[in-house]
């Protein structure tokens, strides 16, 4: 019986490219951002990730790791990993030396839909490796030349060593972006805020919450406090989008693995709004 | 309107011997370890002859029946999605270079299978199964290369077993489409229902007769009489929404307690689709497959996230299991996962049957 229209012969959709690791930086303790370019450069060339997606990357006889795109380097337009040691395949990847290989699939995932928040006030949340992606937002709203309202940035930490990507924040306020920063704990010399981030969202100046987007990623306790305080001060559910993570083994929408109940979170997103998931969010152990 | 043929009995080996001389490998009914499996034959005497099942929750039982029929029986644990979506499949292959490593896809060409004795909710599986391999963001290729390189010779069922519910899912137990050929076992020969061109060609040179209308009645009595004898039903009105509010009913925690998450119910299942990929490295770690098999969300492993399953009893898995199969696969690929082929309930060791949960958890809650 023939089902569908092509024969193609490649398996495409487990396809793996070679990266080659081209340079490291320690952020924070066991967090690093890494940078990689394609070996064969025409597949890069072609290489497009948007804001929110995501990579898998591989190192053989370990597996492979959902790792979002945290942006791109401007200087040579490689891709830029910021990666937390978590287990076998991330510990792998903090072995390699400069010039090693190792395999990438991607981009996969929906990603943010940052074109459709053109004008609005943004207000992007992070916790702890959260950051991550947003990060890649922040580039994108740097690089695009796009008009928003507003941008603020709020980011929170365990202590201020665990704030990522902290020695960017002054470029970014240089774009004209509003940083505030917060700690659990604070050390001695510490000036900001102490406190869990949803509370800074209270402290910001809001001058109209209907065109007030709010993009949250970190865990998941964290984003829905998150989403109470944002629609707390008047912002619509559905203006409200949510990073979220699960176990991903696929990618493509085949293994099963990440399903939030008729969701797949590698397809459907990992980025969705508020008002798609909350109910689903209720559920324990859904 | 389709073709229609017919063949004695003693004309069945020229029907397999076409089959083979085309080129295809012959996957049909077998017996091994007193049930009906599929695996490959050579000839009709592989087939098992004057066969029926007995099945109940938790029970399969092979019986003779002193005939010489072929096809008295329902199916058994096996399903052909063991042929289009093995258990094992190689992925990829890594090769250790001089600075890292080099990657190779693994390409399955598809082997030339003709599965003989597809019975009416194995096709609807097929087609379930192919709206997630091929019908969604990504195409398994693979996948699609076995599924283009097979041949499909339905049969209509004419002894359902005691778990049958093709019925109530709208998928048998007559074949209707999604087949090459379509077989009904009559008194003395089969009606031969051709569904493509593809089966044209193969039957075409048999010269079999076209059916007459006695052949043709008596193949749509046996189907009648078929759909009669399945009593097993389930009341799939508004079943998605039914079941979705209930999510927190406590007979899941009641189904749960006899629950053995023994993961049976997805192994047979003929559209589970669930895998995972694991890395098999060589003894010096030069060459590294990566190896996808079947998994199941009964399984902890399966919702791991941050080192705790997401799902962290059995009662959430089974859940997710039930409402994956006849809830939110309606909103992923827009039907149930659920064909109603009866092997979750006849393979669960204790015995478990949906269509009773089913019942139980759309009754309010006291
Ligand atoms: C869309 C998406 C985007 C992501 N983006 C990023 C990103 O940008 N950066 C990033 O760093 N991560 C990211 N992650 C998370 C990352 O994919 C996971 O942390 C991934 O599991 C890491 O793989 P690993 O093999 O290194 O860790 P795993 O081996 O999967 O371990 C993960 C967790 O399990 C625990 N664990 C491991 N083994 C055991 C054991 N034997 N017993 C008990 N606990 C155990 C570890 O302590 C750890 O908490 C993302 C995830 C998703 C879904
Ligand atoms: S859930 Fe049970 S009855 Fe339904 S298709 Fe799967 S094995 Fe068959
Ligand atoms: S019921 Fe479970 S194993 Fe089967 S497809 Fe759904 S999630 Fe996968
Ligand atoms: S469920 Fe229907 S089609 Fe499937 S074996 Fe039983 S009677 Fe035949
Ligand atoms: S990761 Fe496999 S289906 Fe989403």
């Keep these: ?107 996969y995932g929906n990603g943010w839909p940052l074109r459709d928040f053109e004008e609005k006030h943004l207000i992007l949340i992070g916790g702890g490796i959260g950051m991550a992606p947003l990060r890649s937002v922040i580039e ?35 774009s004209g972006f509003e940083v505030l920063t917060t700690v659990d704990h604070s050390t001695t010399g510490w000036q900001g805020n102490i406190g869990v981030v949803p509370s800074l969202l209270d402290r910001i100046e809001l001058s109209d919450p209907n065109a007030a987007i709010v993009m949250c990623c970190g865990p998941e306790v964290m984003m829905n406090y998150s989403a109470l305080a944002a629609i707390e001060r008047g912002i619509p559910e559905d203006q409200i989008f949510f990073s979220l993570e699960r176990h991903m083994n696929c990618a493509i929408g085949h293994c099963g693995r990440c399903q939030l109940g008729s969701y797949f979170l590698c397809t459907n997103g990992p980025v969705f709004r508020y008002n798609q998931v909350k109910e689903l969010m209720k559920i324990p152990e859904l | 309107m389709n073709d229609f043929r017919y063949f004695r009995i003693d004309q069945f080996p020229e029907f397999l011997k076409q089959l083979m001389q085309s080129g295809y490998r012959v996957i049909a009914p077998t017996i091994d370890q007193e049930a009906i499996v599929y695996a490959e034959i050579q000839s009709i005497d592989d087939m098992p002859q004057g066969y029926t099942d007995e099945q109940k929750p938790g029970y399969y039982r092979l019986q003779h029946t002193g005939n010489q029929r072929f096809f008295d029986y329902a199916v058994g644990p096996h399903s052909w999605k063991r042929y289009l979506f093995p258990p094992l499949q190689l992925i990829s292959t890594s090769i250790k270079s001089q600075d890292g490593w080099t990657f190779e896809d693994h390409v399955d060409e598809g082997e030339p299978y003709a599965f003989l004795g597809v019975r009416a909710c194995e096709l609807a ?47 048998g137990p007559k074949c209707k489409s999604g087949f090459d050929i379509a077989l009904t076992e009559l008194s003395d020969g089969f009606l031969m229902e051709i569904g493509s061109s593809l089966g044209n060609e193969m039957v075409t040179p048999l010269g079999f007769p076209s059916a007459t209308e006695e052949q043709l009645t008596e193949s749509e009595s046996i189907s009648d009489h078929a759909t009669e004898q399945i009593k097993k039903t389930m009341d799939t009105t508004d079943l998605r929404n039914r079941l979705m509010g209930q999510l927190e009913h406590s007979h899941w925690k009641e189904v749960a307690d006899r629950c053995l998450s023994c993961t049976n119910c997805t192994m047979v299942c003929p559209t589970c689709f669930c895998s995972h990929v694991e890395e098999v490295p060589d003894l010096n770690q030069e060459r590294v497959d990566r190896r996808k098999s079947w998994d199941s969300c009964f399984n902890p492993g399966f919702s791991k996230l941050h080192g705790t399953p997401v799902r ?54 006291p």
């Design chain 1, 140 to 174: 994108s709203l740097r690089q695009s030349g796009w008009s928003f309202s507003k941008v603020t940035i709020l980011i929170g930490g365990r202590s201020p060593d665990s704030l990522l990507y902290s020695a960017e924040y002054d470029q970014w306020r240089s």
């Design chain 2, 312 to 365: 962290n009893d059995t009662r959430s898995r089974y859940r997710q299991w039930l409402t994956h199969k006849l809830a939110t696969w309606h909103d992923q690929f827009g039907e149930s996962g659920c064909v109603g082929c009866g092997r979750c309930i006849t393979w669960c060791p204790v015995g478990i049957d949906l269509t009773v949960e089913v019942a139980a958890l759309c009754e309010e809650e």
């Design chain 1, 1 to 107: 019986m023939t089902q569908g229209t092509s024969a193609p012969t490649a398996n495409s959709a487990w396809k793996l490219h070679e990266i080659r690791l081209v340079s490291r930086k320690k952020e924070i303790p066991i967090v690093e951002t890494f940078e990689f370019e394609f070996v064969d450069s025409a597949v890069g060339q072609q290489y497009v990730a948007r804001a929110g997606q995501f990579n898998m990357l591989y190192i053989p006889g370990y597996g492979e790791a959902a790792i979002s795109t945290s942006g791109v380097s401007q200087n040579t337009g490689n891709i830029v990993h910021t990666i937390r040691q978590a287990g076998n395949v991330t510990n792998a990847i903090f072995r390699l030396e400069l010039g090693q290989t190792l395999g990438c699939r991607g981009p």
């Design chain 2, 125 to 171: 599986a097929m087609r379930i199964q192919d709206r997630v391999f091929l019908e969604g963001s990504y195409v398994d290729t693979n996948y699609q290369n076995r599924r283009n390189a097979s041949f499909i010779v339905a049969v209509n069922c004419a002894v359902p077993s005691a778990n049958c519910f093709c019925t109530s899912m709208n998928t």
